[in-house]
């Protein structure tokens, strides 16, 4: 549900004016992550390899260039572990919008987008970027999560049927009011600031059941 309500809430950034969000699905090989990321790429887009998901293997240019393309609908990248150069800055100039550069001669808009990876491990460390910590949002993903789902189903579903839930979500936006929304987000926030942090060990249904209370 948290990985589905980035990938919708993506488009959103630019239009509420507020921080794009980081999440990292991050496991053991064959744990579902990428399963998972494929599956809430398929709200967009082809999630395929090297369709809408793209590798963290390409250089810093191509990234950042198919960010730019996408213009806020958000970016999914995969095996960020694979990558030999410190990932940090990349994340945080997609997130906070490409500034202008060698891009601006072909393009007059930027990027602020939800950003949806994976990698095998975690991307914090005592050496982080501050910005990077306070915007990214780590989940392990753990092999009994996902017991009882036909993987290699979801996978074969998701890459016949892709790009629907996404031009419905798009078609209901236009049909709402901006300061509706607005009015929407600052009370979900006000929310979760009454109800505090959520601590490592506490149920996360009664967590929510606490934002809910004070919504």
Request: net charge neutral.
């Amino acid at each position: 549900r948290i990985a589905l309500a980035c990938t919708f809430a993506s488009v959103c950034v630019k239009l509420l004016d507020c921080q794009s969000v980081l999440l990292l699905l991050h496991g053991a090989t064959c744990s579902g992550k990428s399963t998972l990321q494929k599956f809430c790429a398929s709200v967009w887009a082809n999630p395929r390899k090297n369709k809408f998901i793209r590798s963290a293997r390409s250089s810093d240019c191509n990234i950042t260039a198919w960010a730019m393309f996408l213009g806020g609908i958000p970016i999914c990248l995969d095996e960020l572990h694979a990558r030999s150069k410190k990932v940090d800055q990349l994340l945080m100039t997609i997130a906070e919008g490409v500034e202008p550069g060698k891009y601006e001669k072909i393009t007059d808009f930027s990027t602020s987008s939800c950003l949806l990876l994976t990698a095998e491990g975690s991307l914090l460390s005592n050496g982080s970027n501050p910005g990077l910590e306070n915007r990214l949002l780590e989940i392990e993903i753990l092999p009994e999560m996902l017991q009882g789902i036909d993987i290699n189903q979801v996978v074969r579903s998701c890459s016949r049927n892709f790009g629907v839930a996404g031009r419905k979500f798009m078609s209901g936006l236009k049909n709402k009011d901006t300061e509706e929304l607005d009015a929407r987000f600052w009370a979900i926030k006000d929310a979760v600031a009454k109800a505090g942090f959520y601590e490592s060990g506490k149920k996360v249904d009664e967590y929510y059941g606490h934002v809910d209370k004070e919504l």
